[in-house]
């Protein structure tokens, strides 16, 4: 009896153990927690928003750069009032490891840099766990096209790391159902041409086949100009975007430059006067948080579609 006691016991112990294990893919590494982290920190607002949706608030002990480059809306201000910015821009590995942090949810571009102070390998030695946002993983790595699966992606991974996998699937399967009723009932004709512009005026800066806009584009009945171009978010040519002839452009809106400013740049431009969507005055504006991976992705496909095909 006492055996049989002492070996049931030692199998719910080891079970215990096993489930607080958690094993996810993140970019190029193989990442195991042996627990869920208790003092996070999360980089961008569109990523902070995930830690958010997934109720993880309170295993969190601040976030960085936000308030360098963007403005926090209504929601977003709600959910984060309760947690200090640590870095207004990219943070410093000072900043991670001063504020206790056990883990960092970053990605490439978006609060960590190739060969820069902070990577999953510098953090590593101050007991820094971190885990990349999968559409950032192309810049080390090679990588299908952006999809919509690296958001839902990143939630149920982010779900195993913290417990909550529960949740995770909820959201996603919420998602997914949501996004299935509204494009089942979108009529479109030929993919519009769309171009990203997110910023610039000397080069414009823009979304290409591996940035998220490319994926929320698509799903609503359009095409990325630069699909081919095997990039991120990078740095084309004017010359280019005349050549490929937009018929929408997609403004992505945050910074100091207004949504507004940059459509009155193209539509004040001469050298613009023949493009199809400034002849049409067809611009449609997305917020820095839709247009890159995180929870408002399927609102964002709506708004695009809704801009596409409303005549």
Not at 277 to 285: G, H, Q
């Amino acid at each position: 009896m006492t055996k049989t006691l002492l070996t049931s016991t030692a199998l719910i112990l080891l079970a215990n153990v096993a489930a607080a294990d958690a094993t996810v893919q993140s970019c190029d590494r193989t990442v195991t927690f042996d627990a869920p982290p208790e003092r996070a920190v999360s980089n961008d607002v569109n990523l902070t928003e995930m830690m958010l949706v997934l109720g993880l608030a309170d295993r969190m002990v601040g976030y960085t750069g936000i308030s360098g480059w963007k403005t926090l809306d209504e929601e977003m201000r709600a959910g984060v009032e309760e947690l200090p910015e640590l870095s207004a821009k990219y943070p410093s590995k000072e900043v991670i490891v001063g504020a206790d942090a056990d883990f960092f949810f970053a990605g490439w571009n978006y609060g960590m840099k190739v060969g820069g102070e902070v990577t999953p390998e510098t953090l590593e030695p101050f007991g820094v766990q971190v885990y990349e946002l999968t559409e950032s993983c192309t810049h080390i790595m090679e990588k299908d096209k952006a999809s919509i699966e690296d958001m839902y992606n990143d939630l149920a991974n982010l779900g195993d790391i913290f417990d909550v996998e529960d949740r995770a699937t909820v959201l996603i399967d919420g998602y997914r159902a949501e996004l299935a009723s509204f494009t089942e009932g979108l009529e479109t004709g030929e993919p519009l041409r769309v171009f990203v512009y997110d910023s610039g005026e000397d080069t414009p800066f823009t979304a290409g086949r591996y940035a998220m806009p490319t994926a929320l584009i698509e799903a609503a009945g359009g095409v990325n100009i630069m699909d081919d171009f095997e990039k991120s978010w990078a740095t084309v040519t004017w010359e280019e975007v005349v050549e490929r002839n937009p018929e929408v452009v997609m403004i992505v809106n945050y910074g100091d430059v207004t949504a507004e400013q940059k459509r009155e740049f193209m539509m004040s431009n001469p050298a613009f006067a023949d493009l199809d969507a400034v002849k049409n005055d067809r611009f449609v504006t997305l917020e820095y948080v839709e247009a890159t991976p995180g929870p408002r992705n399927i609102q964002a496909i709506k708004t695009l579609a809704e801009a596409f095909w409303a005549e």
